[in-house]
C-alpha cells in the first residue's frame, strides 16, 4: 500500500527555521518526483518545491533562496529546510511522490509562522 507521510511542522517567529520530512513507502519502481506544496486559509494548494529524478529542482519564486528541498534516495524521504520564515509561509504543507504509475499525498503537516 502507498504512504506518504509527512512530519516537522510546528509553530515558530518569523525568521525562524523548520525542517519538514516526507517519507514514501510502498511504491512499485522507482519514485521519480518528490514534491512540497502548501495550502494556506482560503487559497488553492500551490508548489512550492519539486525535486525531479533526484536532480532536478524547482522552487515557487516565494520561497527562493530562503527554501531548500532535498532527497535521501536510500530512505525514499524528501526534506524541505525552511528558512528565514514569513507569516505569510504560514500553510499546511503537505508532500506528493510520484512513480510512473502511482502518485499519493500525505496527510499534510502544519506549519504557524507568528509575527
Known amino acids: 500500500q502507498v504512504q506518504v507521510e509527512e512530519s516537522g511542522g510546528g509553530l515558530v517567529q518569523a525568521g525562524g527555521s523548520l525542517r519538514l520530512s516526507c517519507a514514501a513507502s510502498?511504491?512499485?519502481?522507482?519514485?521519480?518526483?518528490m514534491g512540497w506544496y502548501r495550502q494556506a486559509p482560503g487559497k488553492q494548494r500551490e508548489l512550492v518545491a519539486v525535486?525531479?529524478?533526484?536532480?532536478?529542482?524547482n522552487y515557487a519564486d516565494s520561497v527562493k533562496g530562503r527554501f531548500t528541498i532535498s532527497r535521501d534516495n536510500a530512505k525514499n524521504t524528501a526534506y524541505l529546510q525552511m528558512n528565514s520564515l514569513k507569516p505569510e509561509d504560514t500553510a499546511v504543507y503537505y508532500c506528493?511522490?510520484?512513480?510512473?504509475?502511482?502518485?499519493?499525498w500525505g496527510q499534510g503537516t502544519r506549519v504557524t509562522v507568528s509575527s
Open positions: 525535486i525531479i529524478s533526484g536532480s532536478r529542482i
Open positions: 506528493n511522490a510520484a512513480s510512473l504509475y502511482k502518485a499519493a
Open positions: 510502498g511504491f512499485s519502481g522507482s519514485i521519480n518526483v
